[in-house]
């Protein structure tokens, strides 16, 4: 007999929607470009996205949606052991609802080869409060204690060359005023440490 048509705006509800897309694709274009290893996991704790720099750190390219917590082959506590998974720092900020800051970790390749990390993973929540998946950034700090470790065995070498010599060696700065000196000068000059000091 006929029928009837009814019509729905929905400009509304396809701008929001738009808007989402942009968004998340913004979203994806920021972590994409960080110098910084970045990646995301939702509220159980799977990857969802990650940047090159985290696939470089990683030494591969995780499943997204099927690996939990990291990307890394291994995570390692400083002593080279594995972390149980409830104690990665991503596992630990989702649990429990937190931001994880300055707990140093040890990340292994595939090939064996091994990172010095600080990650900071900290949860995002709704509106209502709930979290909702997490963010995590790796600062690898491999170079900066490779330097460490470096200069702490060159003043080793400086001490043990300084303390074992046999030649008297004394460090003052111009004003006269002595720094360091080995136990040769005192024996050669007949003062004590505390004496020479003076």
């Not at 630990?92 to 595939?110: D, T």
Request: proline share 5%; aromatic share 8%.
């Amino acid at each position: 007999r006929g029928a009837v048509l009814v019509f729905n705006d929905i400009t509304e509800k396809k701008k929001n929607e738009d808007d989402l897309r942009e968004n998340e694709r913004q979203f994806r274009n920021l972590i994409e470009n960080l110098p910084e290893a970045v990646y995301t996991c939702d509220e159980l704790g799977y990857i969802q996205i990650y940047n090159k720099a985290a696939v470089k750190l990683w030494g591969r390219e995780p499943l997204a949606g099927k690996e939990l917590w990291a990307g890394s082959w291994k995570v390692l506590d400083l002593n080279g052991n594995e972390l149980p998974p409830d104690a990665i720092p991503m596992a630990i900020a989702l649990k429990e609802g937190r931001q994880v800051l300055g707990k140093e970790i040890l990340v292994q390749r595939p090939d064996g080869t091994t990172r010095h990390v600080l990650p900071s993973p900290t949860p995002f929540f709704n509106n209502e409060g709930k979290i909702i998946g997490a963010v995590n950034m790796l600062l690898d700090v491999t170079d900066k204690k490779e330097r460490e470790i470096l200069i702490q065995k060159t003043e080793e070498k400086y001490r043990n060359l300084f303390e074992q010599g046999n030649d008297a060696i004394v460090t003052y700065s111009l004003d006269g005023t002595i720094h360091e000196f080995n136990d040769i000068i005192c024996s050669m000059s007949g003062y004590t440490r505390e004496e020479f000091c003076k």
